[in-house]
């Protein structure tokens, strides 16, 4: 089989084993060990570890960074890149000395508003927006040229993801602008974190009405909840998820409500790895990396593939 | 229309602190609408300045005029004289009527007494919003007549992004989200396969990024 970019995550996905990938947020500082020691505790239990992109416009150690260090662990990065941070110059720069590090995997994003952050007062890029980034980075690999149609030096080799968000509105549309994700060049996808299953399974019938999943790899985002202020804050706060009510009372009624958002975590990974078209598993535990390996081990996803 | 928004009192204030002998200036056109600097927000900018001063036992002497188009330079010659007798004019236009003043009066300061917010309409009374960015290359018809450069608060062609939820912006309830009033358009339009093309990527060195914009057209020039 040819490979887009040989890395890990293409090939446990290419050959159709179910792959489990988790987050890793870089430090609001200038410490390697944060993410070695996240990278250490994880390396055995995901195919590859995505690096958040100054995630929720919070300003953090660079993606790029932070996936070389990983790479340093011997862990295999996805790098995120978000679109609101850098123009078309900047990203191809990044991208070529991502390459040149050995970065395989980059996930394309928009990110979320400057006006989340802290600093809120930024002028945001969105020189394009991340369909358009998906387009570019399968136009350097592909075409080996830059967007000016000037001739790239060395092969681009890489996996290039996106993210769909089956629970943002409106709905209809969701399955649309997951087509042209692909079409723009999307070989994965990990998806916003599921905790509305019945959703996420009316948004995977119309995926595979189009036929969709075959033509890329989906990745069921989940994350463990940790307490019950959390669930709440997601469920009333956070635009473009849907946190059902029950499971907000599940977490109020718990008597141990780590224990609690585990096992919450633990039964909708059951029923998404039923799911017909999915591919994978993405564990956003957000500064909560540690209860990783447990997760995975009782989801019966150990062991790993071993990584060549 | 320009949609304006007068500064901060204070703001105004600390700007002419200087100067005792001022011409306010308004401009009956765009601004005038927007209740921002027309005759009426002229007379009654003039009036707090009087009241400051006089509380704060400092003379000042103050004309009050609004010409109808403060970007057109064949209306600033009639307040010639009103100029030439003060030392300063704090104009109530948007910045291309302080600029245009700031052209025809080099040797005069010209201080902005408006914020030039955007390029809108009144949604209701007291109520405006942006409508256009200027971006130079209108793409309106591919978008059911409701542009995602000046509305969607992250500028996206192929939106919408995963924070659209209930018909809303994810920075703000109280933001519409472009994506879905395009999306609702067009299919009451029965024109929704659109989106099924990516929008590809926009020359923005027509929106101001190429430097400087000018039109010349050879056939008006004389």
Known sequence: ?308 | MIVGQQKDFDEIKKMISGYSRLLVLGCQTCVAISFAGGMREVEILASMIRMDRKMAGRDVEIKEEAILRQCDFEFLDSVKDLVADCDVVLSLACGIGVQAMAERYPDKVILPGLNTTFMGLTEEMGVWSERCAGCGNCILDKTGGLCPIARCSKGLLNGPCGGSMNGKCEISPDVDCVWQLIIDRLKALNQLEKLEEIFPIKDWSVSGHGGTRKIVREDLTA
Request: proline fraction near 4%; charge should be positive.
């Open chain 1, 1 to 308: 089989m040819i490979m887009k970019s040989g890395s890990n995550l293409e090939k446990i996905l290419s050959s159709g084993q179910f792959s489990v990938t988790a987050e890793c947020g870089p430090p609001k500082g200038t410490s390697a060990k944060v993410i070695q020691k996240k990278g250490e505790l994880l390396k055995s239990y995901c195919d590859a570890l995505n690096v958040t992109d100054n995630q929720t416009a919070i300003v953090r150690m660079s993606s790029l960074s932070g996936c070389v260090i990983l790479k340093q662990v011997g862990v295999e990065p996805v790098m995120q890149m978000v679109v609101r941070d850098r123009n078309r110059l900047a990203i191809q720069s990044d991208i070529l000395g991502a390459v040149a590090l050995g970065i395989r995997n980059v996930l394309c994003l928009s990110g979320d508003h400057q006006k989340f952050g802290n600093h809120p007062t930024a002028k945001g890029v969105y020189d394009i927006d991340s369909m358009q980034l998906l387009q570019t980075l399968k136009h350097m690999r592909d075409e080996k040229k830059f967007l000016s149609g000037d001739d790239i030096s060395g092969e681009v080799p890489l996996f290039l993801g996106a993210a769909a968000n089956p629970f943002a509105d409106p709905f209809e549309f969701r399955v649309t602008r997951l087509a042209k994700k692909i079409k723009a060049g999307a070989d994965f996808i990990q998806t916003q974190a599921i905790f509305d299953v019945p959703k996420f399974i009316r948004w995977m019938d119309m995926v595979r009405d189009r036929g969709l999943d075959q033509n890329v790899h989906i990745l069921a985002g989940v994350i463990p909840v940790k307490s019950v202020g959390m669930a709440r804050y997601m469920r009333n706060n956070v635009s473009g998820l849907s946190v059902p009510k029950e499971l907000v009372n599940r977490m109020a009624d718990a008597k141990d409500a780590k224990e609690e958002g585990v096992k919450i975590c633990l039964e909708i990974i059951e029923q998404i790895k039923e799911i017909k078209g999915i591919h994978g598993v993405h564990i956003m535990a957000v500064a909560w990396e540690d209860i990783v390996p447990g997760i995975v081990e009782k989801a019966g996803l150990m062991p790993r593939p071993i990584k060549h």
